[in-house]
């Protein structure tokens, strides 16, 4: 069976199974001027729901009584509680990063809250495999390692990851869209043609055709190819021909690799957001997962990262000196 006709397969049965209990909602969506649903606005997917589910928990949801304990002994959450060093009504003195730390818990905006699918607390965005765990293949596992080393060298600029430079983070503009630290929040700009999905985070900007095909075989965009059609009142985007600087991403994708996301909004506040994840040169089987994207009254700023950004001369630089250190200690 190709690829192709396996995942479309697999993405049917998943979105049959997990919309059975949203069914019966009679919940009718704001429409554009051609009558599609009207996914425009800002939105955001903060939450301390992971893509991958943490060990500390043991389902794929959590109790009413689990998710008070859980969020407030969340790392994140009593971090930004008891920040090294904070004092209230005035500034973080900066010591903490002496220690290790990039920023102080001031400066991140990672979410409070876990995710709510279906009225159920997730503890991970990915539902298929059910251990809520990225299902890598033994060449996968190996390609991956191959790239921790690589990214472990300060030999050159050429050996260093793209979000040093602030470049391309990969998972908060995707495909697919996952939720990070901080800048979780995107605005969406609709037309009968085209869907744009901006991204705070570094500020790249998703064009979709709507109701096209894939043209770019001699290119290979950044973030893939994406098109999109209406299935219903879901918007469904198809994501191929992928970079080869993809792989390097959190999520790996090489030029085998096929995304599918579908945008749904089951109310005036929220967009249920899923997506599936094939490409065989990475991963055992196509693994499944769905968000939520909340409204937010929050603009969406320039994230002026690598203009100005000196990151690369002076991780470089500090790599040169650590070599003198050793030569010198060496003699």
Known sequence: MKRTSRLSIFVLLLTFLLHQTAQGQAYEPPRTVNGKPDLQGTWSNASITTLERNVRYTGSALSDDEVIRATNDHPQNVRLATDDNMVAGQLPDGTDLGRGRGYNAFWIDPGTKFGIINGEHRTAWIVDPVD??????????ARKAA???KNSSFDGPETRPLAERCISTGLRTGPPMINGLYNNNY???QTEDYIVLRTEMISHARIIPINSEHKMAALAPMFGESVAHW???TLV???TNFSPMQEEAAIS???SGQVVERFTRVSEEQIVYEFTVDDPEYYSQPWHGELSF???PSKVYEFACHEGNYAMSGILAGARRAEHDLQQTAQ
């Open 231 to 233: 299935d219903g009142d």
């Open 147 to 149: 790239l921790r080393i």
């Open 187 to 189: 605005e969406f700009v």
């Open 237 to 239: 985007v198809e994501t």
């Open 294 to 296: 909340l409204s937010t």
């Open 253 to 255: 994708l090489t030029s």
């Open 132 to 141: 809520g765990r990225i299902p890598y293949n033994e060449a996968g596992r």
